[in-house]
């Protein structure tokens, strides 16, 4: 087992540094693959999550002594597995179940690796199946394929581990006690199930994008998880692609976080970023991955959102940003997804591409519609249509509708910073007058609109 | 793995009473999954039996207010939820009421003839 081809890990004795290295990257790429396995085999989600547990203590002990393994994950399911089999044996379970584990021997580590079924797809598919709470999914989405602790998940989450340990535990014995099949959905089913799977992903992606500086680590690694766990995704589902288009999704939103928070703390909107901050090396890799799904002909969703934050991370400046593209994007995703918050992002672009006046006709359609009422975004988006089309007293009113609303510090802050700019002792003579149909003023106006 | 479908609708689901279930129960009946089930009188005809320090209580009525009530119960025995959900989905009812699924715990064996 000793590594003779791998270089940097050649040379004994091997220091602790550089196996707790080993293990860790270890973790971070194979515990779903070994937990995934060993559930297949023994049927019990807590034994095969213990028994992977064991086996990367084991490696923290044994590998040291011995070197590390060629194929670290298959070492770990080996040990894992034999873990099990003497768990199983000591609390004598039953001969059969014994001999089923102990059958899986050669079954389970072949020894060329592309033989070796990924498991992980099936664990997937079942921590996101739709009969399962949306937050269970999360929960134990985390949990078993990306090996986080349960008090992590609970800090992550804003809850007591006990509360988190309760909510795993109900989504485990559910999948048991409603025998929840493991395994990844056949063709016809995958349509409806692949969209769980992505959405539990996007939500993981969110939640760690939205935590602010001040945020729990963990909370924070949350997005670098998500991506993780997409990029598996993505190459086992190599044929979806929306599965590609949720990982340019995400890859284009990260390389674009370094940017949105002032070292105040405050929320710097997209147009007056610090655009020589982006990460250029994510932005290409999302745009590759999005241009070889687009090529497949097949829409959807999260490609049509990737292709949005591709218009965003490649335009140079904001006045450069392609903004009647992006409406046609727009237009284009409300067929899939009909929903006021889309909408509300589609006004934003027709705003920018064809003047304040036109986004706002559809900015009231939707505050007529009542649709997204104390959804502080509603107000704080027709304050800026307004402010943009002069009527400064009306936006002034609409930001302060919006300060009402808004449920962080960080937003208030912004907000309040508005109110401000767009209530100078001096203006007033506006009111309710100067409506803006014009399509030309918009280019004298834009960039008075990043300030 | 077995499952009962309960079948729920609300006083709007009476007009359906008399529906039939389209295919349904052929399917079902040939797939062999099915294991019993009826149609039920509507909640006004229901008692509710509860007994309290051995003393009987009668309610008239279901034993919750709710809006939606059980109208029909069907036993199924089939591979997994998936397929359950799949057999649920295909059944009349699930068109205007709810079908909730509930996996059957297993008991000792049937020996009562």
């Known amino acids: 087992m000793l590594p003779g081809d791998e270089p940097p890990l050649d040379k004994p004795p091997l220091d602790g540094r550089l196996v707790e290295e080993a293990v860790a990257r270890a973790f971070r790429d194979e515990w779903g693959q070994v937990v995934a396995t060993l559930i297949r085999v023994i049927g019990d ?67 060329a690796p592309e033989d070796v079924p990924d498991d992980r797809l099936r664990l997937m598919f079942t921590c996101c199946h739709p009969a399962l709470a949306l937050e269970a999914r999360v929960a134990l989405t985390l949990r078993t394929l990306a090996g986080l602790s349960t008090a992590e998940i609970a800090r992550a989450f804003l809850v007591t581990e006990q509360t988190m340990q309760k909510r795993i535990g109900r989504a485990k014995q559910k999948i048991k006690n409603a025998a929840i099949p493991y395994r990844v959905p056949p063709a016809q089913l995958l349509p409806e199930r692949t969209p769980s799977v992505l ?67 405050l929320l710097i909107p997209l147009e007056e970023q610090d655009r020589s901050r982006w990460d250029t090396t994510k932005i290409a890799e ?77 900015v009231d359609e939707l505050v007529a519609s009542g ?21 400064l007293d009306e936006a002034a009113a609409a930001y302060r509708e919006a300060l009402a609303q808004a449920t962080t510090e960080a937003e208030r802050a912004f907000l309040r910073k508005r109110i401000e700019e767009t209530c100078p002792p001096a203006a007033g003579p506006f009111v309710g007058e100067v409506t803006d149909k014009r399509k030309d003023a918009q280019n004298e106006r834009d960039p008075a609109a990043d300030r | 793995m077995k499952y009962l479908l309960m079948i729920c609708g609300d ?16 399917e079902m009946e040939q797939r062999g999954v099915v294991r019993g089930g009826a149609g039920l009188a509507p909640a006004t005809d229901a008692t509710t039996v509860r007994v309290r320090d051995q003393e009987l209580l009668l309610t008239d009525g279901p034993f919750a207010e709710t809006k939606e009530v059980v109208g029909g119960f069907v036993l199924i025995e089939c591979a997994d939820l998936d397929e359950a959900i799949e057999i649920a989905a295909k059944h009349p009812a699930a068109g205007y009421g709810t079908i909730e699924i509930r996996p059957v715990l297993d008991g000792p064996p049937p020996d009562a003839h």
């Open chain 1, 45 to 111: 989600w807590d034994l095969a999550e213990e028994c992977a547990q064991d086996a990367f203590a084991a490696a923290l002990e044994r590998w040291p002594r011995d070197g590390i393994p060629h194929r670290p994950g298959a070492w770990l399911t080996t040990t894992a597995r034999n873990r099990a089999i003497d768990r199983i044996r000591r609390e004598a379970v039953g001969a059969a179940k014994l001999r089923e584990v102990a059958a899986m021997v050669d079954d389970v580590v072949p020894d």
């Open chain 2, 11 to 26: 006083e709007s689901a009476a007009e359906h009473a008399n529906d039939g279930c389209g295919g349904w129960s052929e």
């Open chain 1, 286 to 362: 999302g745009i590759e991955i999005l241009e070889a799904a687009l090529r497949r002909r097949e829409p959807g969703p999260y490609q049509i959102q990737a292709a949005i934050a591709a218009c965003h991370a490649t335009a140079q400046n904001a006045s450069d940003t392609d903004w009647p593209q992006i409406t046609g994007l727009y237009a284009e995703l409300t067929r899939f997804m009909p929903t006021p918050v889309v909408k509300l992002n589609q006004a934003v672009a027709i705003g920018m591409a064809e003047g304040p006046a036109a986004g706002l006709l559809l």
């Open chain 1, 199 to 265: 959405a539990v992903l996007y939500l993981l992606f969110n939640e760690g994008y939205s935590a602010t500086a001040g945020a729990d680590l963990v909370r924070r690694n949350l997005s670098a998880e998500a991506i993780r766990l997409t990029q598996v995704l993505a190459s086992l589902m190599p044929d979806e692609p929306e599965v590609a288009g949720l990982l340019a999704l995400m890859l284009l939103h990260d390389a674009r976080s370094i940017g949105r928070q002032g070292d105040d703390g």
């Open chain 1, 371 to 391: 649709a997204l009422a104390e959804y502080h975004l509603l107000p704080a988006t027709r304050a800026d249509l307004l402010r943009r089309a002069d009527r």
